[in-house]
């Protein structure tokens, strides 16, 4: 990414609320309830006058759904890239998620250990960079412009913390993402600045 201006502007979204096709851990993608298509539709009003270009999701389910009830609004299409995903489960596929399989890990992300890896699963440094590889191509494809990004709060929390010269990365940690929450990101030829965090100014 290079001499990217400063107005390339991601608005990078967490998916609406969604329900699952089990209560056990997997990486299916789930699909948006009634409550998180009316989430989305709230975002795309809030979005009305942004002059978004076009919409990026991550691949699961719940991302497009989202990415799709918001792009029909604002009259764009949407692209759908996996590096947006989620992080994966891991060995902890097919269990309850109780305790919490990932926050031993996700602990030592925010405390900016990046090797720590999810067992049988991606370590920060692989999340970031897939996460970091997309949207340097979205910028690289929009620049001077305004696109809206769906993706999903574990790694949004984490990717963005890390990518945004502004930003510390235990940022998140007592910021949890909310349902349709956005972080609006800068692209200049330095990198990534965080101007805002669901909503509150940075």
Not at 50 to 70: F, I, L
Not at 119 to 146: C, F, K, M, N, Q
């Amino acid at each position: 990414m290079t001499d990217l201006p400063r107005t390339t502007r991601l608005l990078v979204a967490r998916h609406g609320e969604a329900a699952y096709e089990s209560d056990l851990l997997s990486d299916a993608g789930g699909w948006l309830t009634p409550l998180g298509r009316e989430q989305a539709r709230g975002l795309a009003a809030s979005l009305a006058d942004e002059q978004v270009t076009r919409v990026w999701t991550s691949d699961m389910a719940r991302a497009v759904q989202t990415g799709e009830v918001v792009a029909g609004p604002l009259g764009v299409d949407v692209v759908v890239r996996t590096g947006l995903r989620e992080f994966g489960v891991g060995d902890a596929a097919g269990t309850t998620g109780v305790p919490d399989p990932f926050a031993a890990t996700f602990a030592s992300w925010l405390d900016g250990d990046l090797a720590a890896r999810i067992p049988g699963g991606e370590s920060g440094e692989d999340v970031v960079a897939r996460y970091r590889t997309v949207l340097e191509e979205i910028a690289d494809a929009h620049r001077g412009e305004t696109v809206l990004v769906v993706s999903h709060g574990g790694v949004m929390c984490l990717a963005l913390s890390v990518l945004a010269a502004n930003l510390a990365v235990s940022h998140s940690r007592d910021l949890p993402m909310p349902n349709c929450g956005v972080v609006v990101m800068e692209a200049d030829a330095g990198g990534w600045v965080a101007r805002s965090w669901a909503g509150q100014d940075l």
